[in-house]
T-cell receptor, first 115, second 111 residues
């Protein structure tokens, strides 16, 4: 398996523009997570899905952020409009929801810079 | 909500020194506990885990023991190598599959 695939690896955009980050989880995994990593706040959980349904979005910073999972093999995180304080590394992770596994598999992340 | 607290970094050690990175959690009951490692430019990878009290997780010379009485899961290694330089994250999972991470501790190992 190719692992969790995120695109793009790097995104540079100007304030006010829409940004869409993409994630393809590992086939067979029924959980998908979006995390944001910054120096100041560490690794924050933004939202997670189970079987394509959002379970907990309490970490989504504000209405400018939205996430979707239209099917088991694809998810997007959208920021509209983007602001400089959104600059961070955004990670997608997936996992199987059985007790024996419990391990999360992370993608390589998207480095977002909002100028 | 639940949270995980780990010691601030960076931690700088000489090769072959002993490593301890402290971690405490707040979840009640018996959460599963994890240590993940992040190498430069990469996503996090699972290093070790423990799922019940007094369990010891171990991998690649790293160990951590699940201490219910102190709500702790400290990471240790007897002799670090330059290749261990990375960022280490402690994490908990309590109820469902929601995984909460600490802020991360950066480790530098000098030759």
């Amino acid at each position: 398996d190719a692992g969790v695939i995120q695109s793009p690896r790097h995104e540079v955009t100007e304030m006010g523009q829409e940004v869409t980050l993409r994630c393809k989880p590992i086939s067979g995994h029924d959980y998908l997570f979006w995390y944001r990593q910054t120096m100041m706040r560490g690794l924050e959980l933004l939202i997670y899905f189970n079987n394509n349904v959002p379970i907990d979005d309490s970490g989504m910073p504000e209405d400018r952020f939205s996430a979707k999972m239209p099917n088991a093999s694809f998810s997007t995180l959208k920021i509209q409009p983007s602001e400089p304080r959104d600059s961070a590394v955004y990670f997608c992770a997936s996992g199987r929801g059985d007790r024996d596994s419990e391990k999360l598999f992370f993608g390589s992340g998207t480095q977002l810079s909002v100028l | 909500g639940n949270s995980v607290t780990q010691m601030e970094g960076p931690v700088t050690l000489s090769e072959e020194a002993f490593l301890t990175i402290n971690c405490t959690y707040t979840a009640t009951g018996y959460p599963s506990l994890f240590w993940y490692v992040q190498y430069p430019g990469e996503g996090l990878q699972l290093l070790l885990k423990a799922t019940k009290a007094d369990d010891k997780g171990s991998n690649k010379g790293f160990e951590a023991t699940y201490r219910k009485e102190t709500t702790s899961f400290h990471l240790e290694k007897g002799s670090v190598q330059v290749s261990d330089s990375a960022v280490y994250f402690c994490a908990e999972r309590a109820g469902g599959f929601k995984t909460i991470f600490g802020a991360g501790t950066r480790l530098f190992v000098k030759a």
